[in-house]
């Protein structure tokens, strides 16, 4: 099979912790370009992964007709502009969570794929994870009756990410802790119950990193702090979603005044529970002949970047849809919008 020439655009923290190796391992894949505005980190890619070219330029990597797709993985404000013209460049995209910063946009985006019938996948890795699957098909087997609550926290002690850099600029990241970490969970929990959206009541705070010089932490990834930098996204969010099914209710901060990390989403049914220790595995509650049963299952758990990564190579080729693709991610784009809707407001936000 003759090897799908890529480029990935952006070599940062995710391009190295997530993409660029299992792509490298690919047998039937070339990495023809690796991009970054750092020529320094487009040029390690190309030394630790053996890609052809290292520039700074993504147009470059555009232009070359045989490159067939694309990874963008660049901060959230430049997924729209470089998705685009990528797309309008008649490649194939993986784009990195969030899709952008705005629905709007990310309908956009959506619009222009299918307009040009190129593939266009999102970095929604927790479908992939085998935690997730299992979960999924228990509710499909109703394992758990009807489910009618979700919870879910992503809250950690004084951990804001890169503070006064891009992550705490609202013009840079479209949001705060909510993008960053809320999108998946989130995401997460749409992907297993299949909801759509009724009404969102929010509140998002930004209290402990507002005063860049007064933040005390203990490490910082992304960092180190810019004390001439701005934050000015949430640190912490919380909130409650109605939906045609279950409900959902929510509390995720980056930087809380309580020592304690959280990271687990509780699936409520009338017949089972599940806790979901996040990116990790799960505990299955139930009643079994009168007798309170907790089912701790044992299975392997492949890479979920890798996985991914291989569902949007076969994509390409195959032409069929994934559960990553856009158009089962834009209800996940739509919530947030709804969650900061409802939070500058004040007041509830009623979907259509």
């Not at 991914?308 to 947030?336: C, W």
């Amino acid at each position: 099979m003759e090897k799908m020439k890529i480029a990935v655009i952006g070599c940062g923290k995710i391009a190295n912790g997530a993409h660029l190796g299992p792509l490298s391992a690919m047998q039937d894949v070339e990495i023809t370009y690796a991009v970054d505005l750092i020529a320094e980190r487009a040029q390690a890619a190309k030394s630790q992964y053996a890609v052809k070219e290292a520039v700074t330029d993504y147009k470059i990597a555009l232009a070359d007709k045989e490159v067939e797709a694309v990874y963008v993985l660049t901060p959230n404000y430049s997924h729209y502009t470089i998705t685009m013209d990528a797309l309008r460049a008649g490649k194939h995209v993986f784009c990195e969570k969030p899709i952008t910063t705005t629905y709007a946009l990310s309908k956009e985006m959506a619009e222009e794929a299918n307009k040009r019938n190129k593939m266009l996948n999102i970095g929604v890795c927790n479908r992939y994870h085998k935690s997730v699957e299992i979960i999924k098909d228990y509710v499909e087997q109703g394992k758990l009756g009807e489910i009618y609550h979700i919870y879910c926290s992503f809250r950690s002690y004084r951990s804001i990410p890169g503070l006064g850099g891009a992550f705490t600029s609202k013009k840079e990241s479209g949001g705060g802790v909510l993008i960053d970490w809320g999108v998946h969970y989130l995401d997460l929990i749409l992907y297993i119950i299949k909801a759509k959206i009724r009404t969102v009541s929010a509140n998002a705070y930004n209290k402990l990193g507002r005063d860049i010089g007064a933040y005390i932490y203990k490490d910082m990834w992304a960092g180190p702090a810019n004390p001439d930098g701005i934050c000015d996204v949430d640190d912490m969010v919380s909130g409650f979603i109605r939906t045609g099914g279950a409900s959902i209710s929510f509390n995720g901060a980056w930087a809380q005044n309580i020592d304690q990390n959280e990271t687990f989403i509780d699936f409520m049914g009338d017949k089972g529970g599940v806790r979901l220790q996040y990116c990790k595995d799960f505990t299955f509650y139930t009643v079994e002949n009168g007798i309170l049963q907790s089912v701790k299952p044992n299975y392997n758990i492949p890479n979920m970047y890798e996985r991914e990564d291989l569902a949007f190579i076969e994509a390409v080729r195959t032409g069929q849809k994934t559960r990553s693709h856009i158009d089962q991610v834009l209800e996940s784009a739509r919530l947030l919008d709804a969650i900061y809707e409802s939070a500058d407001k004040q007041e509830e936000i009623r979907l259509s």
